[in-house]
């Protein structure tokens, strides 16, 4: 998989992102995605992910992680399908915004360590980007558990 990391903060140590890259590679293993899979990660501040959450979820307070998935499709829309080898792309599964003062907030909140609660964030949006949701108690279940399941097999533990 291939995960672009950028800290607009320039607090997130090269050690922390390298962290977030594996767990999500392994995130993606466990959901057998293709090799040349494509997603991002921003890691921003208070501001800048309210900011976001303002203008896209029309709520003017920040979050802690915003997914914006490149491939959900409306109910008239169908995906473009490529015939031909040549003209195949890699797949684009989205972005993911992390604020790292909400992460922070949390994991003293939670009572466990900030890398544990930036892979936490990381992982739940990755599966958002992968068509997971929590809007109904049943799939609320099935990605929390899920989720669960990845941090536990990865080794990041509370």
Known sequence: MEITLMDE????SEEQQAE?????????????LEEDTEMSVTFMDNAAIQEINRDYRH????????????EELGE???PIIFEEEDMMMPRNIGDIMISI???????EEYGHSYDRE?????VHGFLHLNGYDHMTEEDEKEMFD?????????GLSR
């Open 20 to 32: 977030i890259e594996r767990i999500l590679v392994f995130a993606g293993e466990q959901l057998e």
């Open 118 to 122: 930036l892979g936490f964030l990381a």
């Open 9 to 12: 903060t320039g607090k997130v």
């Open 76 to 78: 008239d829309e169908m």
């Open 59 to 70: 709520k003017d307070a920040p979050t802690d992680v915003i997914s914006f998935a490149l």
């Open 101 to 107: 003062e909400r992460a922070a907030e949390q994991a």
């Open 146 to 154: 899920l989720q669960r399941k990845i941090l536990a097999d990865y």
